[in-house]
């Protein structure tokens, strides 16, 4: 079965610093990854995306993550981290192979602090 | 990009009342559409997939007589919680994937949600 696994439910930075939300992720197959971010009062919104196409994905607001097979991680890096990036951020992999369903991970809340 | 709107963002109701969620696809057809609950500071739950002329299907340990979904068209799904609990009490979120079709890894677009509070 699918699963991923955020390590760390609670990430503090400086604005400015660089960002790392972890991801290990368990599959059956070659996996389909995705980045969600929530921000209060609004829906989820895709940051990024992993479909085998190239292991390191950019996303949107300077986002990014690269898929390590070795290492069944799927991490989220930013280089410099902004206030208007706290929110929560969620770890998503695809059900199986041929279904649009998704499976999330526990979340992981960025705070951002001045 | 596409938009799901849900209705309504928030609602209080009475033990023992139904509640009815409207999930709304505003700029694109949806024969599929998703939905979640979310608890405080948890993560999103899969319920049951919303299947545009069909049954629904539930995920293991879901009541579908207690969480009942209707894809009457193609761009709306409603999940009502029938005779609903405090412990009902929740956030509910839809989705809708976009055009390509199951295993085309396309983008999923998410509603805002809906707070329910059963008293």
């Known amino acids: 079965a699918q699963s991923v696994t955020q390590l760390d439910s609670h990430v503090s930075v400086s604005e400015g610093t660089p960002v790392l939300l972890r991801c290990n992720y368990s599959s059956s197959y070659s996996p389909s990854l995705f980045w969600y971010v929530q921000h209060p009062n609004k829906g989820l919104q895709l940051l990024l995306k992993y479909t085998s196409a190239a292991t390191l994905v950019k996303g949107i607001n300077g986002f990014e993550a690269e898929f390590k097979k070795s290492e069944t991680s799927f991490h989220l890096t930013k280089p410099s981290a902004h206030m208007s990036d706290a929110a929560e951020y969620f770890c998503?992999?695809?059900?199986?192979?041929?279904?649009?369903?998704?499976?999330f991970g526990t979340g992981t809340r960025l705070q951002v602090f001045p | 990009g596409a938009v799901v709107s849900q209705h309504p963002s928030w609602v209080i109701c009475k033990s023992g009342t139904s509640v009815k969620i409207e999930c709304r696809s505003l700029d694109f057809q949806a024969t599929t559409m998703f939905w979640y609950r979310q608890f405080p500071k948890q993560s999103l739950m899969l319920m049951a997939t919303s299947n545009e002329g069909s049954k629904a299907t539930y995920e293991q340990g879901v009541e579908k007589d207690k969480f009942l979904i209707n894809h009457a068209s193609l761009t709306l799904s409603t999940l009502t919680v029938t005779s609903a609990h405090p412990e009902d009490s929740s956030f509910y979120i839809c989705?809708?994937?976009?055009?390509?079709?199951?295993?085309?890894?396309?983008?999923?677009?998410f509603g805002p949600g809906t707070r329910l509070t059963v008293l």
């Open positions: 989705s809708a994937p976009g055009a390509g079709g199951p295993g085309s890894y396309n983008e999923q677009f």
């Open positions: 998503v992999v695809s059900a199986s192979y041929n279904t649009d369903k998704l499976i």
